[in-house]
């Protein structure tokens, strides 16, 4: 689904007083970013958590290293929950947060989480959330293998099940 395209730096985004937006080197954590997308008027949060997992095509991998253009990313986060306002009117908080720096195995990445007085528009505005992001964001991971090599990979490289 693509609902929109990333605007220019230089054009007003209006951000939702209630939204939540963060690119951190600290550990994430599901609790606080739930509280975030908590809204009395919610029916639904939905909460996708990345996490950092231990093979990628097979291949053992040890940890993840992450690094963002941290303004970009934050405008492309902004304009994520925009797009998801004009598609979901209902939507009453959008919540993404991504970590930066080196990820063990099992350690969040990335959470993404959706208020909303219905589950349906939580569940599809979470899911365009984090699609969108993969695809938008200036966000970079380097994979650490086991065999001690590493390569870097564009999250806007993965395929929809990275």
């Not at 963060?22 to 954590?29: R, V």
């Not at 739930?34 to 949060?45: H, K, Q, R, S």
């Not at 991998?61 to 979901?88: C, D, G, H, N, S």
Request: charged letters at 20%; glycine letters at 6%.
């Amino acid at each position: 689904m693509n609902l929109g395209t990333t605007l220019p730096l230089n054009t007003p985004i209006q951000p939702h007083a209630g939204d939540s937006f963060a690119i951190t080197f600290a550990p994430l954590s599901l609790e606080e970013v739930y509280a975030l997308a908590d809204d009395p008027g919610n029916g639904a949060v939905v909460v996708m958590s990345g996490t950092v997992r231990n093979k990628t095509d097979g291949k053992p991998v040890v940890a993840l290293e992450y690094q963002a253009y941290e303004p970009m990313a934050l405008r492309v986060f902004q304009q994520i929950a925009a797009e998801i306002r004009k598609t979901w009117p209902d939507v009453n908080r959008v919540a993404i947060h991504h970590r930066t720096g080196r990820l063990q195995i099992g350690e969040i990445s990335v959470l993404v989480a959706v208020g909303s007085p219905h589950r349906s528009e939580a569940f599809e505005a979470c899911r365009y959330a984090i699609d969108t992001l993969k695809h938008q964001a200036p966000i970079w991971k380097k994979e650490h293998w086991e065999d001690g090599s590493s390569s870097w990979v564009s999250i806007g490289a993965c395929e929809q099940n990275c």
